[in-house]
């Protein structure tokens, strides 16, 4: 299981100053125009905005997937852009559990070993890591699958075994993007009770990248990103969203 890397009263995540440029052909196209947010523990945080306001670059920047231009970014007390490469992974893998938009399952293993994968990367022997990935599934009920390759899933199951691979080896920090971009409404809510109930607790934090004004309300605080920078910060949409 991860370490905890967790200190009374500090912040998840500290970022100051983030920019991010990107090449376009032979210009240079800046995304993200110095940002500096806190992500506190024990909130469930969600950036909006619209499509190209950078949203997905600044999750993947917060937690150490994506380099910024400029800028810092401490998780848990650590800076992770100070990291070697080596241990920036390791760092992830012990502390982050992220929730792709596309599932990313491995398709020739069953929903146990697609959820126990963090695990067997930290080094659990397989037949104990499987069971954890079981019990976590059972979690989200889906006791009755743990034996079934993704392919026999429903995409409802499959993003369900998806949160399980993010969440069982105990992560300080979950982030999601677009969780409920495919589901129906009642899916859609569904997921986001689960991840509120068992990925937000007094040590961790949740961040997720929505568009879907049907479950704003579930939210702590909602940062809205317009042009790479942050226009609202705040428990609620702004009224003319």
């Not at 800046?30 to 523990?41: A, E, F, P, T």
């Amino acid at each position: 299981m991860s370490a905890n890397v967790t200190t009374k009263g500090q912040a998840a995540i500290c970022a100051r100053g983030i920019a991010r440029d990107f090449r376009a052909g032979e210009q240079t196209l800046r995304v993200l125009h110095g940002i500096d947010v806190d992500i506190r523990k024990g909130e469930l945080t969600y950036v909006v905005g619209e499509s190209g306001s950078g949203k997905t670059t600044l999750i993947s920047i917060m937690c150490g997937i994506l380099w910024p231009t400029e800028g810092e970014v401490e998780v848990f007390g650590t800076d992770i852009y100070s990291l070697s490469d080596r241990r920036l992974v390791d760092f992830r893998l012990n502390n982050i559990g992220f929730i792709f938009q596309q599932y990313n399952l491995i398709p020739t293993i069953d929903a146990a070993s697609n959820a126990a994968v963090p695990l067997i990367a930290q080094g659990m022997r397989r037949l104990e890591a499987r069971q954890h990935g079981i019990t976590m599934l059972e979690k989200l009920n889906m006791g009755d699958q743990v034996d079934k390759l993704p392919r026999q899933l429903s995409g409802g199951q499959q993003q369900r075994v998806a949160i399980a691979r993010a969440l069982v080896h105990e992560p300080a920090l979950v982030v999601c993007d677009e969780p409920t971009a495919a589901l129906d409404a009642k899916s859609g809510r569904r997921v986001m009770d689960l991840l509120r109930e068992v990925a937000v607790a007094e040590d961790r934090a949740c961040i997720i990248v929505t568009h879907d004004n049907r479950v704003f309300d579930l939210a702590d605080r909602i940062l809205v990103l317009e042009d790479g920078r942050i226009t609202n910060d705040g428990t609620q949409m702004p009224e003319d969203e």
